[in-house]
DNA sequence: AAAAAAC
């Protein structure tokens, strides 16, 4: 069961309190439009779309950047839809519904949900709405497309498939939105989205969104607008103020036990863990099983049946924890997650701004925590120069672990039955190594060639704890008679 | 050092 939410209020400073959110119901909108957007509770704007709604009524093209979890999609579907009902084209016979507007996005997941969004807006209208995406069956999507729609939403090789296959027509589409632009444009993507992008009109509105914006993709999107109206809320690339930002030493063999203690500690009703390959996911998802916890795993080599699922019964509180690789690091809206770990440290800085984004949406509070290795050096200087924040890492003492049952094979000879064992790991046997001070300084971001500066720091440092999580020293020392060493001074 | 996106 969740804590009923604590009511605790932030410390009022009121210094930089700007005018009054505007509402919806200013905005010159259809009466259709407004009745949808009251529907789904909404009253106020977000500064994104109060800064985007009015530029993307005027029929410019926009780049938004905007924190996540601050309503980039209602911010750029609400304006579209409002563009299409009023220029509703009369010569277009009822019979033939070309698409008119085209949503892409990198994951089928993000597609879903953007269409749901779509949906939701669009439902007092005539205008339909229909979503593309691989790994499942093209029947369904390939009668939905020749029975006419006017907002497509898809990702972009299951598109191409149905382009190919003249399932679909681009030709008189006239919006066309990137939505988490920057992954979109990047190298892996660009291929199939220049594809595309030759079927479309060249005349027509296109519209970017992304909580990150590398100068060089800000550089290349440019290629792809007219006139751009650059949008942005405070800072590009930032991540939102209310999230807790936690960095901890660990060692591999640490970093379960450190995720669990914090759940239990703070405890967390529900969290994404993030790892960085499919296979580490899927064998971390069966760890957290063993251990009791309600396991979701979630990447790219599970059918898209299991993926759905996955997702559905976590959103639904089914699952304690939802296990994922960078699949799920983007857009995806879960309401009300109190907790994002970085099991493995991000290879792209711009990839833990929208991991921990998952987090502290809609101005709600989050604790992220990321786990560093001595081999995170030179991500975590990445993220600190995204971020523009420094970095300090935390140590952490894990608490002894229940006792383990004896997987030793049988032919040691040794009695299995039902009878705990203790075994310690090996990473508590000595002084767990996540506590010793290496880390303890303040991480600089070095250069490659100089031994980083933990290395210095690790004589000297005193063991500074993460207060609120730590466990008293005398407790594991006790338990496994062992006392942390001095440093070694030779 | 990877993931994602089509069959």
């Known amino acids: 069961m969740s804590e009923p939410a604590s009511p605790q209020v932030p410390p009022a400073d009121a210094s930089t309190e700007p005018a009054p959110p505007a509402r919806f119901d200013t905005l010159p909108l259809d009466p259709k439009l407004i009745r949808a957007v009251a529907d789904s509770g909404y009253l106020t704007m977000t500064p994104i779309q109060a800064k985007a709604i009015p530029i993307v009524l005027q029929g410019r093209d926009v780049m938004g950047a905007a924190q996540t979890g601050t309503g980039k999609t209602a911010a750029f579907s609400i304006p579209l839809l409002q563009r299409m009902l009023k220029h509703e084209n009369p010569s277009v016979s009822p019979a033939r519904h070309p698409v008119r507007a085209l949503v892409l996005a990198p994951t089928r997941e993000l597609a879903d949900q953007v269409a749901e969004n779509v949906k939701k807006y669009a439902k007092h209208t005539q205008l339909r709405s229909v979503v593309v995406f691989g790994g499942v069956d093209m029947k369904p999507q390939t ?113 379960r036990a450190i995720i669990k203690q914090i759940l239990k500690e703070r405890s967390i009703r529900q969290a994404i863990v993030f790892g960085n390959s499919k296979l580490g996911v899927a064998r971390l998802a069966r760890a957290f099983e063993r251990d009791g916890l309600r396991t979701a795993a979630l990447h790219g080599d599970k059918s898209q049946d299991e993926r759905l699922k996955s997702l559905d019964a976590f959103k639904r509180g089914e699952m304690d924890v939802l296990v994922a690789t960078d699949v799920a690091a983007r857009g995806l809206d879960i309401a009300d997650l ?26 709600a509070s989050g604790l992220a925590v990321t786990l560093v290795t001595k081999s995170d050096a030179r991500l975590i200087a990445d993220i600190e120069k995204l971020i523009k924040r420094k970095i300090e890492l935390d140590t952490f003492e894990v608490a002894p672990e229940r006792p383990r ?80 060493p001095a440093p070694a001074e030779s």
């Not at 990137?178 to 992954?183: G, T, Y």
């Not at 109190?338 to 101005?363: L, M, W």
Request: proline share 9%; net charge neutral.
């Open 143 to 255: 009668a939905a497309l020749k029975a006419g729609v006017e907002v497509l939403i898809a990702t972009p090789g299951r598109l191409l498939d149905h382009i190919e296959a003249k399932n679909c027509v681009l030709n008189q589409v006239e919006y066309v939105v990137l939505d988490e632009a920057d992954r979109m444009l990047d190298i892996g993507f660009l291929p199939d989205l220049q594809r595309i992008l030759s079927f479309l009109p060249k005349q027509r509105q296109t519209l970017l969104f992304s909580a990150t914006f590398s100068p060089e993709i800000k550089r290349l999107a440019q290629s792809y607008l007219q006139d751009p109206i650059l949008v942005e809320t405070a800072r590009p690339n930032q991540t939102a103020s209310t999230v807790e930002q936690r960095f901890i030493a660990a060692t591999d063999d640490d970093k």
């Open 338 to 363: 109190p907790a994002v770990f970085n099991f493995d440290v991000p290879f792209n800085a711009e990839d833990y701004v929208h991991r921990i984004g998952r987090t502290g949406r809609a101005g």
């Open 405 to 484: 049952y004896d997987r030793r094979p049988r032919d040691e000879g040794v009695e299995r039955e039902d009878r705990p064992v203790r075994v310690a790991p090996p990473a508590l046997r000595a002084p767990v190594k996540s506590a010793d001070p290496f880390f303890d300084k303040p991480y600089e971001a070095s250069t490659r060639d100089e031994p980083p500066a933990w290395e210095k720091a690790k004589a000297a440092a005193p063991v500074k704890g993460l207060s609120s999580y730590i466990k008293p020293k005398k407790q594991v020392a006790a338990l496994f008679g062992a006392k942390k």
